[in-house]
Structures are given as structure tokens and as C-alpha cells.
């Protein structure tokens, strides 16, 4: 058997393959993180869900290339993180709406 397929076939199996595996450690990372939006508690797409840096930093980037780093290395990432939705994470991002003092101390999970 002669290897047919082409190099654009392999190129789409694999962009295929990164993005199931961004979804799955998501999904994941929206689990750990209580599988809700820590301000207001919206759950109903994880679509909607970010993750924001307590201390500010902004270097993690989890929608993209956080997300072919290992699991463990994603999970001390999100100990620095909130799970919030998109709306609260805007609002945060404008300044306001802060997160409750007792969000931080709690640890969820
Ligand atoms: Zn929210």
C-alpha cells in the first residue's frame, strides 16, 4: 500500500486533534474551577467562561497556548485564577466590578 494521503490530510487530522484536546483541558479547567462563574454564578455554557488572574499578571493565556502545556502545569495556573463568565470578566476588566475579598480566601476547590 502506497501512503495516499497528503500532507494537508495529515495538517487537518492534526489542527483536529489540538483543538479536542484545548476543548478537553477546558473543560477540565472549567471543572476544577467549580464549573461556574464565581461572581455570579452563571454556568450555562462554558463557552462563556473565562479564567482572570487574581494578581493581574496576564501572561497565561489559557484560550490559546496554555492549552497544550501538561495538566499540572494548567492546574497551578488556575490556583491563580477565578472562573468567571464573560460579562463579569468585562466588567472586571472596566474596573467595575471586583471579585469579593472572600472568593480569593475561600479557594474553591
Ligand atoms: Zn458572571
Given at each position: 500500500m502506497k501512503e495516499k494521503r497528503t500532507y494537508a490530510d495529515r495538517r487537518e487530522y492534526f489542527i483536529k486533534a489540538v483543538a479536542k484536546r484545548r476543548r478537553k483541558i477546558k473543560l477540565m479547567a472549567v471543572d476544577y474551577k467549580g464549573g461556574k462563574c464565581q461572581i455570579c454564578g452563571y454556568n450555562r455554557h462554558q463557552s462563556a467562561l473565562d479564567l482572570h488572574h487574581i494578581n493581574g499578571e496576564k501572561s497565561f493565556g489559557i484560550g490559546q497556548?496554555?492549552?497544550?502545556?501538561s495538566w499540572e502545569r494548567v492546574k497551578q495556573e488556575l490556583d491563580k485564577c477565578i472562573l468567571v463568565c464573560a460579562n463579569c470578566h468585562r466588567e472586571i476588566e472596566a474596573g467595575i466590578t471586583q471579585f469579593p475579598r472572600v472568593i480569593e480566601d475561600r479557594k474553591i476547590k
Open positions: 497556548k496554555g492549552y497544550t502545556r
